[in-house]
């Protein structure tokens, strides 16, 4: 059974860091890519970053060098750290599973329908 647990989330002030994992079950990261996406209230579910079986990262231009995507294929867990977190980064953030990240060398448009697979979510804040 292919499943994807979110974790990590939480509330930060501007300019703070957060880590979220995803834990994946049912599949191996030496086959599959993982995306991250959020949705705040009111805004449609937007791709932040992603990183394939081989290794290969791509990144939204709205977060590209503050957030760092990694995997640990031995824990089956993919890693989305944020640091100079910002108001509009606040949104629930989901990971999902491709064969591919379906994007191109950055992910601003990224072809969410190609990903079958979906964790519920975590909450990030960012407030002062």
């Known amino acids: 059974q292919v499943q994807l647990v979110e974790s990590g989330g939480g509330l930060v002030q501007p300019g703070g860091s957060l880590r979220l994992s995803c834990a994946t079950s049912?599949?191996?990261?030496?086959?599959?890519?993982i995306g991250w996406f959020r949705q705040a209230p009111g805004k449609e579910r937007e791709g932040v970053s992603c990183?394939?079986?081989?290794?290969?990262?791509a990144y939204a231009d709205s977060v590209k060098g503050r957030f760092t995507v990694s995997k640990d294929n031995a824990k089956n867990t993919v890693y989305l750290q944020m640091n100079s977190l910002k108001p509009e980064d606040t949104a629930v953030y989901y990971c999902?599973?491709?064969?591919?990240?379906?994007?191109?060398?950055?992910?601003?448009?990224?072809?969410?329908?190609?990903?079958?697979?979906w964790g519920q979510g975590t909450q990030v804040t960012v407030s002062s």
């Open positions: 990183i394939s079986s081989d290794g290969t990262t």
């Open positions: 049912g599949f191996t990261l030496d086959n599959y890519a």
């Open positions: 999902a599973a491709a064969l591919m990240c379906y994007s191109g060398s950055n992910y601003n448009d990224p072809d969410i329908d190609e990903y079958d697979y």
